[in-house]
């Protein structure tokens, strides 16, 4: 079965920092990654995604994400943060292209301060 | 991007009541949705995945009775709360993925449909 696990519920960063939001999945096959943002009471956001080729996967917003097969991580980063990059941030993964939905991991918050 | 439309995007209904909750792609075809549910501060949970013209897919644990949900078009899912309980509050959200072919890969998400049931 897939699995998606984010390891904190908060990450805290002062802007101009850096930040990692983290990620670790469990899945049978070629994993296809996913991160989304959502904002108070809206929809998600997609970011980015790594389904196959570079391990560094850049998105929207600045940020990006590194693709780590044998620790089997996917860490979503952004050299700078911003105040309005604050937000709920979700890692997903689905087994393969074709089929299925997406399965979540339960959430980061992420909270930059000025 | 492709756009998901839903509405309402809240909703406030008694206790017994049904309520319907629509999902549109907007600008292009859709042979496959996925609903989701979110409780606060909570992730999203799979509910079902529907597929247009046919029945949908339910997850384990999720009452098909109770969450009716029909694909009648490329372009529209809706899912009904029959008989609705305040346990049933929560934040629902589709998504929608192009059609197999052109698939990029991500899901496209609606703006999420608030029900309150008092």
């Known amino acids: 079965a897939q699995s998606v696990a984010q390891p904190e519920d908060q990450v805290n960063v002062a802007e101009g920092n850096p930040l990692t939001v983290k990620c670790t999945y469990s899945?049978?096959?070629?994993?296809?990654l996913f991160w989304y943002v959502q904002y108070p009471n809206r929809g998600l956001q997609f970011l980015l995604k790594y389904i196959t080729g570079d391990n560094l996967v850049k998105g929207s917003y600045g940020f990006e994400a590194e693709f780590n097969k044998s620790q089997t991580s996917f860490h979503l980063k952004k050299p700078s943060a911003l105040v309005s990059d604050s937000a709920l941030y979700f890692c997903a993964v689905r087994a393969d292209q074709a089929g299925t939905a997406l399965i979540f991991g339960k959430g980061t918050t992420l909270s930059v301060s000025s | 991007g492709a756009v998901v439309s839903q509405h309402p995007s809240w909703v406030i209904c008694k206790s017994g009541t049904s309520v319907k909750i629509e999902c549109r792609s907007l600008?292009?075809?859709?042979?496959?949705m996925f609903w989701y549910r979110q409780f606060p501060k909570q992730s999203l949970m799979l509910m079902a995945t529907s597929n247009e013209g046919s029945k949908a897919t339910y997850e384990q644990g999720v009452e098909k009775d109770k969450f009716l949900i029909n694909h009648a078009s490329l372009t529209l899912s809706t899912l009904t709360v029959t008989s609705a309980h305040p346990e049933d509050s929560s934040f629902y959200i589709c998504?929608?993925?192009?059609?197999?072919?052109?698939?990029?890969?991500?899901?496209?998400f609606g703006e999420g449909s608030r029900l309150t049931v008092l």
């Open positions: 899945v049978s096959g070629n994993p296809y």
């Open positions: 600008d292009f075809q859709a042979t496959t």
């Open positions: 998504s929608a993925r192009v059609l197999a072919g052109v698939t990029t890969g991500e899901l496209f």
